[in-house]
């Protein structure tokens, strides 16, 4: 029987587990019913969460920081959403079955919500679904909601994209690795995390990361997940940088980031179609962009081809 998007709506106002844990699971698998449903929450405020992505190269200490920042904020009577991106990897097994057990203590209150997902190599399909699940935990009430992300790779960092603000958790002894996705992942943040500051060198990173964070006026934040010791500081500064980001163009970027989220589900939802249309084509010969275009037009798409660029742009679905 097909769910009733108004019925697990009132559900998911009504914080029923069930009906939150229904509601992602039909976004996750595409179900016809995501579509009105997730139309519906866009009715609901939501703009009072603040969305969270921790985000750093494994074995950081995201996850315990993230048990931490959930006890703390437990601890003010919030309620908290948690969206863990695991990598779908069989071999990366070990890590996810130890952040469940990590979250374990949490996993009785029900003012905890924690959802898992796999990126199993989709990353339009996993922002998609994991954009939705933030917006299905605000709904039923969650504020803050954290976006976990497993590593540092690309589906990570496009997932992170989604949140308010991003939370780059950096410690000491991880090697070249670290080195390498620094810069990178700077950019990207809105706050720097040196973890396991009970670790003699972390202060070393933390001296090295202060002139990186300061030229892009970020801050750095010292934690010790292990004891809790600078998570209330963190979890202060979190707040703090959110409420600048509000006065200063989070909301142009939160709106581009729904466009992001537009196209995302554009492709998510026009690659089964065009891969049906493809394999009924059977032996395919010459150039691929050409083919490319003639299977587009065969969907129904009309391109108009630009001579100064040579790039072809859609002008009008007409299906
Ligand atoms: N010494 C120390 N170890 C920590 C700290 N935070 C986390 N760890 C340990 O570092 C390892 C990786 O932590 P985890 O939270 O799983 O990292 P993640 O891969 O980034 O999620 C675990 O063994 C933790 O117990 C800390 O502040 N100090
Ligand atoms: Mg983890």
Redesign the pocket.
């Known amino acids: 029987m097909s769910p009733d998007p108004q019925r697990l709506l009132e559900g998911i106002c009504r914080r029923d587990p069930r009906a939150i844990a229904r509601a992602i699971t039909l976004v996750e698998d595409c179900h016809p019913a995501a579509e009105p449903l997730l139309a519906a929450l866009d009715e609901a405020p939501l703009d009072k969460a603040t969305t969270v992505g921790i985000t750093?190269p494994?074995?950081?200490?995201?996850?315990?920081?993230t048990q931490q920042l959930i006890a703390h904020w437990r601890g003010q009577g919030r309620r908290i959403g948690v969206v863990a991106i695991d990598p779908s990897s069989p071999i990366s097994g070990g890590?996810l079955l130890?952040?469940r057990v990590?979250m374990m203590h949490h996993a009785l209150d029900p003012q905890v919500v924690i959802r898992s997902m796999a990126t199993r190599g989709r990353i339009g399909g996993l922002c998609a679904a994991a954009g939705a699940a933030v917006r299905i935990m605000a709904a039923s009430g969650c504020d803050p909601v954290i976006v976990e992300t497993v590593g540092v790779g690309q589906a990570e960092i496009d997932v992170v994209r989604l949140t308010d603000l991003t939370v780059l958790?950096l410690a000491p002894g991880l090697g070249d690795d670290i080195q390498a996705m620094k810069a990178g992942l700077v950019e990207l943040a809105d706050l720097l995390v040196v973890?396991?500051?009970?670790?003699p060198d972390a202060e070393a990173l933390a001296m090295e990361m202060e002139p990186v964070a300061r030229e892009r006026n970020r801050r750095v934040c010292r934690?010790?997940?292990?004891d809790g010791r600078g998570v209330p500081e963190l979890a202060r500064t979190i707040e703090e940088t959110h409420c600048a980001g509000l006065e200063n163009g989070l909301r142009e970027r939160r709106n581009r980031c729904r466009q992001a989220e537009v196209l995302d589900w554009a492709i998510e939802i026009l690659q089964p179609r065009l891969r049906e249309v493809l394999l009924g084509l059977g032996e395919v010969r010459g150039d691929p962009r050409a083919n490319a275009r003639r299977l587009l037009e065969s969907v129904g798409f009309q391109l108009v081809q630009d001579p100064a660029s040579d790039s072809s742009s859609i002008s009008k679905e007409t299906r």
């Open positions: 750093g494994g074995g950081a200490g995201k996850s315990t920081l890590a130890g952040d990590r958790v973890n396991k500051s009970d670790r934690t010790c997940a292990a």
